[in-house]
């Protein structure tokens, strides 16, 4: 068995048991809801900067299959939970938890009151940590979270962007309606493959572009609508993604996931802020003001949209968080303009905002849904 310790910049000590790779991982620990979609959650690029806590007591049960990975890597720093299933049972398994973060070069620590993390969390906000596998030194893993940067200064975006453009055509034959198939540039701030599949799937032609992409190299693709991806980080370091918003809104059809909502929120002169935890899980109830109806909804977000800075941006509040009230989605009153905080590409009711979101992508853009 191997000695493991999570330390966080407060002070608090946490000694278990280490798995996967021995080492040491750094970052702000966030809390996830979700019961299942480990494997998702393990490779959203999202999480690049973090480290990931489970709520749920055990992780592992079903193994890694590979199949529902969304991107080719782990991004979360490291994994804390209760329990890691040594013996996943599954038919698609082709291997454990253990050795899919041995693999990958990535420690966890199991044996963790997790419950008490969480309220401290909550209480306290998020607080940067250190989690050392293969040692049990408690002041060296304090030290490391102290002296660790804070995820407002990191720039992460850079490390899960593709590095070139590259064109994936839509589904031949599912494209819908009078008009062409449709083409859209997506900004790639580390997108995860569903929402690519998704839009694939409904026969749109794709061109993934780097972070760094210029307006006018976008207006060489002759885009029939942009896409603002999912990402790590704070939404205001994503300057070249909120410059290409300024220049196309209004010509075409725009609209983004997640960090994406809040770069298209910025882009139109509104605000951002860090939340006290964040919104992380497939449990977040979600509001349609306008169609009066509650979503169950899939989420992972540090940062929201200030609703009091909308004002003579000329978006307004479509999807409220029904826990806490947070802004969950804008819509724009006079443009083709929309963008959601949760994940509709996830299915988390199951399937319900799936439609919804990509449903309207299908719509501005000509087709049927």
């Known amino acids: 068995m191997m000695k493991a310790v999570l330390g966080l910049e407060d002070g608090t000590v946490i000694k278990g048991t280490g798995f996967g790779a021995e080492g040491t991982a750094c970052g702000e620990l966030v809390f996830t809801t979700q019961f299942t979609g480990y494997e998702e959650a393990l490779t959203d690029p999202s999480y690049k900067g973090q480290i990931l806590m489970f709520t749920y007591p055990l992780i592992g049960n079903y193994g890694v299959s590979g199949e529902r990975a969304q991107s080719d890597n782990m991004h ?29 070069g990535k420690p966890g620590i199991e044996g963790v009151d997790t419950r008490m993390l969480t309220i401290r969390a909550r209480e306290h906000g998020t607080m940067r940590a250190a989690l050392i596998a293969g040692s049990d030194d408690g002041e060296e893993a304090v030290d490391i979270a102290r002296n660790s940067p804070q995820l407002t200064d990191e720039e992460l ?19 819908k309606g009078s008009s062409k198939r449709k083409h859209a ?39 029939d609508l942009l896409f603002i991806s999912n990402g790590p ?53 979600v509001k349609d003001l306008i169609e009066n109806k509650i ?26 968080n029904a826990n806490d009230k947070t802004v969950e989605g804008v819509s724009h009153k006079d443009l083709d303009i929309f963008s959601v905080q949760f994940h509709p590409e996830a299915q988390a009711g199951p399937m319900d905002t799936e439609e919804t979101f990509f449903g309207k992508v299908v719509k501005v853009l000509g087709g049927e849904i």
């Open 185 to 223: 540039v997506i900004v790639d701030l580390g997108i995860k493959r569903n929402i690519i599949n998704n839009l694939h799937k409904r026969g749109i032609d794709l061109t993934l572009v780097p972070a760094t992409i210029k307006p006018s190299e976008i207006a060489n693709y002759e885009p």
């Open 76 to 104: 979360a720093e490291g994994l804390v939970v209760r329990e890691a299933c040594k013996k996943p049972y599954h038919y698609k398994s082709s291997r454990s938890i253990h050795k899919f973060l041995e693999d990958e």
């Open 295 to 320: 979503f169950i909804t899939s989420q992972n977000h540090g940062y929201a949209v200030d609703a009091d800075s909308l004002d003579g941006t000329g978006l307004y509040v479509k999807y409220l």
């Open 233 to 285: 980080g704070d939404p205001e370091k994503a300057t070249d993604a909120i410059n290409a918003v300024k220049a196309f809104a209004g010509t075409i059809p725009v609209c983004g996931i997640c960090f994406g909502h809040q770069i298209i929120s910025l882009a139109m002169g509104a605000k951002t802020y860090k939340l006290k935890f964040g919104h992380r899980g497939g449990n977040q109830p």
């Open 157 to 175: 975006i850079s490390l899960v962007t593709c590095k070139e453009p590259y064109f994936i055509p839509g589904a031949e034959g599912a494209w």
